[in-house]
């Protein structure tokens, strides 16, 4: 991501009305960090929720896969930590996988390769580095039937409509055969949502805040975090969870040798996480276009991984 066009997006966002950040720009050096200290926090459930059915419910899944060769292609693979009990478990009952990670980031994917090394030797990995938007087309004319992985709740981040027009856009790139493995974070009570976005130690907070700190550092903003406050919502009926920063006081800062005006309790969209129900993501399967669907859930029924078929 270039400088300019961070200064823009922050800009755009920050003279909107009402004010908004994107999430996509917390994940710097720190930001990384928070977020792994999120990840391990006993509140944040989804992560040990989706490598349970990972790792207990991955015979199950590939007992929905007919054909003896696949290529995994992963969105936004990250280190591929958890992906690996998946791959692993289609080895062994005899699946030959060919492993295609697609990340933004050419640094994790040497990581995600190396992790893959170590833990499956002899695994085919052939990564993609850039945006997955612009790489999928690299995998239309491979051969193989596709099993395309998007884990991690990451579909939760798209607002309304805009999910089930990115799960048609994935589409676009798949044949008969194909299927495409989504991990999905469900609706369930409140307060236990609540709890793993707004967290008792404050980790969450600094997460949030640390944007305003880049922005700071890398466009000479002058924010005075102490003046923003975290708060999180989420509605039950809609399932969407938004995360807020508050400013606390009336106060103008400058970005970018722009001014921006806040008033006392103005609010910053800081990022969306949507739940689903199992029978919302029926009807997304449906109305993207795909032939059926198969749901595989932890113990608790809190996070699903779930398989559509072309």
């Known amino acids: 991501m270039t400088t300019d066009t961070f200064e823009k997006d922050i800009l755009k966002g920050l003279q909107s009305n009402p004010k908004r950040l994107f999430s996509k720009y917390f994940y710097d050096h720190k930001g990384s960090a928070l977020f792994q200290q999120i990840m391990h926090l006993p509140e944040y459930y989804l992560p040990a929720c989706e490598t349970e059915i990972l790792q207990h419910r991955a015979k199950d899944i590939i007992n929905k896969l007919p054909e003896a060769n696949y290529d995994v292609v992963e969105l936004g693979a990250g ?100 299927y495409f493995m989504l991990g999905v974070d469900l609706k369930k009570h409140p307060r236990t949502i609540l709890a793993a976005y707004d967290d008792p130690a404050g980790i969450t907070k600094k997460f949030n805040i640390n944007l305003l700190d880049r922005i700071n550092r890398e466009l000479n903003g002058n924010f005075n975090t102490a003046d923003f406050d975290h708060y999180a919502s989420y509605d039950p009926i809609s399932g969407a969870t938004n995360s807020y920063l508050i400013s606390k006081v009336e106060q103008k800062v400058r970005v970018s040798g722009q001014t921006l005006t806040f008033s006392p309790y103005e609010a910053i969209h800081m990022e969306i996480s949507q739940k689903y129900s199992l029978h919302d993501l029926d009807r997304i399967r449906e109305n993207a276009g795909f032939n059926k669907d198969h749901h595989f859930t932890d113990s608790k029924s809190y996070f699903s991984i779930s398989l559509f078929e072309v």
């Open 79 to 178: 280190d591929g930590s958890k992906t690996a009990y998946f791959l692993d478990a289609m080895i062994r009952e005899k699946k030959k996988v060919t492993y295609i990670p697609l990340d933004i980031s050419p640094e994790i994917l040497s990581v995600n390769e190396e992790i893959m090394r170590q833990k499956l030797p002899g695994l085919c990995v052939n990564p993609i580095a850039g945006d997955y938007f612009e790489t999928l087309k690299n995998i239309s004319s491979r051969k193989n039937p596709k099993i395309i992985l998007f884990l991690g709740s990451n579909i939760g981040n798209f607002e309304g409509e805009k999910a089930l027009d990115f799960i048609r856009f994935v589409k676009s790139f798949m044949g008969k055969g194909d």
